[in-house]
């Protein structure tokens, strides 16, 4: 080829890239772990938290007969750039640490009460279908579903028994009472959770399991821990009404007639100290400032202060004082609770409290330590989820009289129900 042949050809193809780098269109923005989260007062507000690629993202929110958008409102989002890198323990293989990201929450106030909305997040050219939730705010009876420990990635159970209680119960406010992952630092695992159409179209609140604090796989036959429940507190934003050494773990919310209070109740090998203390005396400072202003009080926490005296000895040593005294002072209605994978539901104990450890919404399981079953004083139910091959989901209808309880399979069965008076004075 000649010299003059070759320079043409070069120029062609110089040319040629450099159309082909002006045309090429800009990668779409990835928008993900899109979850709807509760607010102080739910009847007026709620949180979309969500992941996004880019730092230019929005939220349409829409009554969702308006499914056109039209009278659209655009909410801008508080974002922030946010990865693992630099958390102490934090699993370096993980895309959290190697994929920073912006975390993006838009807060929707001024929300009709009582009122179903739709949105969708719009980054770039990418623009999310629409998801929905409704406002509280509504007369009379209603009723909420609640979850527990879901644990670990691509089990068989926990999507459908969602799944299952969305269609028997099209609930708008769903709880978990914590453990989504085994490992918080790994991201697949809540993907596994976030990033799928079941997931959605309802108000979510959770307090964190100890797994929340798991940093990363097991390094010389250990867990390594976070110090804070970080990945946690990144994907879901919730009231910035808790603890001061819990913000955003600990928190409470209005859904009608009921305040719920979330609390955090750390990682795997604490149970006691300062920041137990100081959660604590906040839990004390709240119920008398919030007194007379509910008719019904739900505790939902991670570790269960009536569960196994076994399998998390440190719960019975040391949650147990500290908190029981605590709910029976302020009268809680029903604590929610899981972590030793073990189903088992008290009588009202003093103060009228009931506990509910439910067990397991996914398939890890444990059985019942024997003394429990003897222990009638203590449960009014205990199941071996086990030999029964079941796992739990909750559902609560609330009155004006009463709360009514009723836990299911994940065939439809009822496997325990139970009825709690409203208490005099509430
Ligand atoms: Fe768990």
Known sequence: MKPRTIYAALLCLSVALTAATAC?????????????????????????????????SYVLVAKADDVAFRKAKKVKPVCRTWSTVGIENTATESTFYTKERYVCNATLTGLEADTRYIYKIVAGKTETDARQFKTAGQQGPWSFVAFTDFQHRENPVTLPLV????????????VCSGDHIDVAGNEYEWSFILDNDIFRDFVYAASPGDHAYWACDKVNGGYPQYDKPYTFVNLFKFPDNGSPTSPGSSYYFYYNNVLFVALDMNNSDVA?????????????ETMERLQGTYQYLVVFMHKSVYGSDLVDPAVARNIRPQWAPLFQEY???????????????TNAMEGGTFYLDMGSSGDKKRRPDSTMWENTARYAKVIDLIDEEISCACHVEVDDTCLNVTVYDQNRQVVDSFRIPRKGGN
């Open 331 to 345: 009268q809680v209605d029903l604590v929610l609770s899981g972590h030793d994978h073990i189903f088992s539901r």
């Open 163 to 174: 799944q299952m209680m969305k269609e028997m119960f099209s609930p708008d406010l769903v």
């Open 24 to 56: 090429k269109p800009a990668e779409p923005e990835e928008i993900y772990h899109i979850v709807t989260t509760i607010c102080e007062d739910a009847s007026s507000a709620v949180t979309v938290n969500y992941h996004c690629s880019g730092s230019k």
């Open 272 to 284: 006691s100290g300062s920041r137990f203390d100081e959660e604590a005396v906040w839990f004390r």
